[in-house]
């Protein structure tokens, strides 16, 4: 059974900080691509930031870019967001990804989310 758990949600104050972590089980966490994606209510998912298999290349929206850090400890199946500098648009659920490229096919996984409220 494939699992990932999001936490680290929460209430914070615009220019605060919060670190996400996404902790997944059944999966060869090494081999998948990992990140992060955000809803608000009425839109669609956006995608946040990705992390490869080894660490040594991320992507970043946009929108995140210099705030928001994507880490990964694979000795601990975990894959971390670093948010900085918060704003209330940054205000969402985020979801922890896990995706792969096998034999020709995209495979993806999702957790359930947690709740990131930027406000004052």
């Known amino acids: 059974q494939v699992q990932l758990v999001e936490s680290g949600g929460g209430l914070v104050q615009p220019g605060g900080s919060l670190r996400l972590s996404c902790a997944a089980s059944?999966?060869?966490?090494?081999?998948?691509?990992m990140g992060w994606f955000r809803q608000t209510p009425g839109k669609e998912r956006e995608f946040v930031a990705n992390?490869?298999?080894?660490?040594?290349?991320?992507t970043y929206a946009d929108s995140v870019k210099g705030r928001f850090t994507i880490s990964r400890d694979n000795a601990k199946n975990t894959v971390y967001l670093q948010m900085n500098s918060l704003k209330p648009e940054d205000t969402a659920v985020y979801y922890c990804?896990?995706?792969?490229?096998?034999?020709?096919?995209?495979?993806?996984?999702w957790g359930q989310g947690t709740q990131v409220t930027v406000s004052s």
């Open positions: 990804n896990a995706n792969r490229i096998l034999l020709g096919q995209r495979r993806d996984y």
């Open positions: 059944g999966i060869a966490f090494n081999f998948y691509t």
């Open positions: 992390i490869n298999w080894s660490g040594g290349s991320t």
